[in-house]
Structures are given as C-alpha cells and as structure tokens.
C-alpha cells in the first residue's frame, strides 16, 4: 500500500510540476520574469506542494512577485486537476548545484 502512495505521491508532483512551468509560461509575467520549476516535492498527507524554482533575471523581485500569484496559480490549476483536495502551494528558490553538460 505504501508503495501505491508513493507513487501516487510522484504522479502529483510531476502533474503539478508540469502545470506550474506551463501556467507561468503562458503569463510571461514580466515582474517575475525568467523562470523554471526545477522540482516539485508533496508532503506525504498531500495537505501542501513545496515547489522548487530558479530565476534568471532579478531573484528577489521574481519571487516576491512570485509569492502574490501564488492563490490565483492555485485555483489555475484546480480548474485543470482533478483531486479530491488541492493542496496548498509554497515556492522555494532552489538553491542546489547542478552540474553543466556539454
């Protein structure tokens, strides 16, 4: 059974991952600027999505603006997902290193 929620569990993140990258890029919003979602992570009772982002342009400006969108992201989103429950989002910038192939 745990097996089956977990990968429920990572069927929901790559869905939300999915959806998030393309509703910010259909809003090419120009105070958030360039922006990609490098991972989306679900809390195990899938009350909340910790959604992972980097910026290319101005950081500080993109994720405040960022931050404000996040409720009508939200409801975006739950007009395209069916889930008995809408978990609550929280953007994060990603600060992991990655490593640069040729």
Same mark, same amino acid.
């Given at each position: 059974m745990r097996e089956q929620t977990d990968r429920r569990n990572r069927r929901i993140e790559t869905l939300f991952r999915e959806e998030i990258a393309r509703i910010l890029s259909e809003r090419g919003d120009p105070d958030i600027g360039f922006i990609t979602v490098t991972r989306v992570e679900i809390k195990k009772d899938r009350s909340? #999505? &910790?959604?992972?982002?980097? &910026?290319?342009? %101005?950081?500080?400006? *993109?994720?405040?603006?960022?931050? =404000? @969108? !996040?409720? $009508? #992201?939200? $409801? =975006?989103? @739950?007009? *395209? #997902?069916?889930? !008995? &429950?809408?978990? %609550? #989002?929280? &953007?994060r910038i990603d600060k992991g290193v990655y490593p640069i192939s040729a």
């Amino acid at each position: 059974m745990r097996e089956q929620t977990d990968r429920r569990n990572r069927r929901i993140e790559t869905l939300f991952r999915e959806e998030i990258a393309r509703i910010l890029s259909e809003r090419g919003d120009p105070d958030i600027g360039f922006i990609t979602v490098t991972r989306v992570e679900i809390k195990k009772d899938r009350s909340k #999505i &910790f959604c992972y982002v980097r &910026f290319l342009s %101005d950081e500080e400006r *993109g994720f405040a603006a960022l931050k =404000e @969108a !996040r409720l $009508s #992201i939200k $409801s =975006e989103i @739950a007009r *395209g #997902i069916s889930l !008995r &429950f809408m978990p %609550d #989002i929280e &953007f994060r910038i990603d600060k992991g290193v990655y490593p640069i192939s040729a």
